[in-house]
């Protein structure tokens, strides 16, 4: 018969060696991370968004410019920089490059915020009416104004004279 030939079994002393530790403690780390990985793998779940229709979302946003300069262009300048009155050279015309740039902003203000005369007829029209609607209205209420209080009681005689008090 063939004999079976059986491991043999490490010493005691080898085992304790630290290389010996490193290579157990190396395998079972590889086995703790097989262990995650498998069931990570089995907890992951993967839903078909194609047979779902979601219903699309009935808010909206509206964005507001703002008053910040948020395009590249106007955010930084391009080209040369003095520091501390440097160069004054570079400083008068980065200040008139400023200056340019000043006004083509207030001209656009300018031009958005201009009305026709159309419009300001109309606008005119609308306030001439706001005013007499709120003129009726004050004219609807009653003059004597409708209080809990009692009006302060009124001086009488020297019709607001400083009079000297008697001894």
């Known amino acids: 018969m063939a004999e079976i030939p059986h491991k043999t079994a490490l010493s005691g002393k080898l085992l304790t060696m ?3 530790q490193r290579q157990q403690e190396q395998e079972t780390r ?3 991370v097989k262990e995650q990985n498998r069931i ?6 993967v839903i078909d968004q194609t047979a779902v229709d979601l219903p699309k979302p009935k808010f909206q946003v509206d964005y507001e410019p ?3 300069q948020m395009t590249a262009t106007e955010r930084s300048s391009v080209g040369r920089m003095s520091f501390q009155k440097f160069n004054s050279a570079v400083e008068k015309s980065a200040s ?3 200056g340019e740039q000043q006004l083509e902003r207030e001209l656009k203000r300018q031009r958005q915020s201009e009305i026709s005369d159309d419009e300001m007829a109309k606008e005119m029209g609308r306030s001439n009416k706001a005013k007499k609607t709120k003129e009726a209205a004050k004219s609807s209420q009653s003059k ?4 809990n209080r009692r009006a302060p009681p009124k001086p009488s005689g020297g019709g607001g004279k400083f009079m000297k008090p008697k001894e």
């Open 30 to 32: 590889d086995k703790l």
């Open 40 to 45: 990570v793998t089995e907890a992951h779940w």
């Open 144 to 147: 004597k104004p409708t209080t």
């Open 66 to 68: 703002s008053f910040l």
């Open 18 to 20: 630290k290389f010996m």
């Open 96 to 98: 008139q490059a400023a």
